[in-house]
């Protein structure tokens, strides 16, 4: 009560109602998890357990095959969704694959937007995301060929810039094969017997760090086994809320009104509601009590199929807190300013394109979705629709956000460059680059 009267403060002096602060809230807490993780949780989970069937050899064939890298990223970031995009991520920051695959796995990203068009219009779907494939394949390679890693990044700043500090964050190019990361954790990281990084090492147990460990570690055995129990609640809401969200997309992304009967709407409420409630508990405290699931990093094998499904409700559980902040910062953006971004795209000219790329800089699929059915509506024409199919990184960002925000700063800046010159090529040379191309 008392955070929500705070929050009812904050919104007079930001001309927002109360109310509308506690809708945005409670809204963007359930539908981020229905629209977003539950589809994220289900392809986490086929590619782990896939790793775990196979012994790694998925990983092991990237790492032996690097002219293969751009494409097969491609080829991730083109499954409907962003869980295929979110398992490249941490093969960057182990530095298994390219900045170019990367690049590649972000442009050609459809994101969960992609539901929405291949339910509404499949035809434009084939066609946009067909153009963002090719893009993103000829874009990572010659990111790749030339050397465009945040390592020339780094050099082209230091000739125009005297550096801030002494130390910061140390980076490497694409040719040297790693990622921007903190010197300290390079130094701790661990290495497997190829000399591949295993992710960041947390170095000593010393500090506040260490203590909560030790805390942590003499606790009572029934919150390990609360926490375990509340692992298996999420991945019954999961599945739950994966139903709802199907179903939301087969009904045309209807609005969905706060219900809790037995229906439809009250699905997808309660999934959505119970599933962030406990993305967030295991995300920030159950973690601490039945392991970490390695979030944010690719496991080379598993030693249990349970074990699996826990890796992939880490992993999902951390999207979904960076995918609520984004939904948070977008709908509480929207009202408080007054300016819906996607409406942009839908002026006329060659700004429509610009305008789709630039709202794919924006990360997660909110911004993307609304977006999407926009178009279904008839408001903005094809190019946009295929600007912000290249430009979006949907949620595969968050990952690479949370470890490596330098790379994830510079490789979405890096899709929006293709995403520009596609756009604004099909405005001008293609004739059915117009508005309710591919609807039904």
């Known amino acids: 009560m008392i955070r929500l009267w705070i929050l009812a403060v904050f919104s007079d002096a930001l001309n927002i109602t109360g109310q509308q602060a506690v809708d945005i809230l409670i809204f963007s807490l359930r539908d981020g998890f229905v629209q977003v993780s539950a589809f994220v949780a289900i392809t986490v989970l086929i590619f782990s357990y896939i790793q775990y069937v196979t012994g790694g050899r998925i990983v092991s064939y990237l790492e032996s095959n690097e002219r293969m890298q751009p494409l097969a990223g491609a080829l991730l970031g083109l499954t409907p969704g962003c869980g295929g995009a979110i398992i490249a991520m941490p093969l960057y920051i182990r530095g298994t694959i390219s900045f170019g695959t990367v690049v590649a796995t972000l442009a050609a990203t459809a994101g969960d937007s992609a539901f929405v068009i291949l339910a509404l219009a499949p035809e434009a779907a084939l066609y946009a995301y067909g153009l963002a494939f090719i893009s993103a394949v000829l874009f990572g390679y010659a990111i790749d060929i030339w050397g465009l890693g945040v390592g020339r990044v780094d050099e082209a700043v230091a000739r125009v810039s005297q550096p801030m500090t002494d130390g910061g964050f140390t980076t490497t190019n694409v040719a040297d094969g790693g990622p921007s990361i903190p010197e300290y954790q390079r130094t701790n990281s661990h290495c497997d017997s190829n000399g591949h990084r295993q992710g960041h090492g947390t170095g000593s147990r010393t500090g506040l760090h260490g203590r909560i460990d030790d805390a942590v570690e003499t606790v009572s055995p029934a919150m390990r086994r609360f926490s375990h129990g509340v692992h298996v609640l999420w991945w019954a809401v ?43 508990y295991l995300h920030f405290v159950g973690r601490r009590f039945i392991g970490e699931g390695d979030a944010g990093r690719v496991r080379d094998d598993f030693a249990s199929t349970y074990e699996t499904f826990q890796h992939a409700a880490m992993e999902t559980s951390m999207v979904t807190v960076w995918v609520i902040g984004a939904y948070l910062i977008y709908e509480y953006g929207i009202v408080i300013f007054n300016v819906e971004i996607a409406a942009v795209a839908a002026a006329a000219g060659v700004l429509a394109p610009f305008g789709g790329a630039l709202l794919g800089l924006i990360p997660g699929c909110a911004p993307q979705i609304v977006f999407a059915g926009i178009y279904a509506e008839g408001g903005i024409p094809f190019s946009a629709l295929t600007a912000n199919a290249i430009s979006q990184d949907g949620d595969a960002l968050f990952p690479l956000m949370a470890i490596d925000m330098k790379a994830a700063i510079v490789a979405t800046i890096y899709t929006t460059i293709p995403a520009l010159i596609v756009g604004v090529a099909l405005y001008y040379v293609w004739p059915f680059a117009s508005f309710g191309f591919g609807v039904l």
Do not use: I, Q
Not at 255 to 276: H, M, N, S, Y
């Open 238 to 280: 999961a599945v739950a809320g994966l139903v709802a969200g199907v179903l939301y997309l087969a009904r045309g992304a209807p609005e969905v009104p706060l219900e809790f009967r037995p229906t439809f709407f009250g699905l997808f409420t309660v999934a959505g509601l119970v599933g962030t409630s406990a993305s967030f």
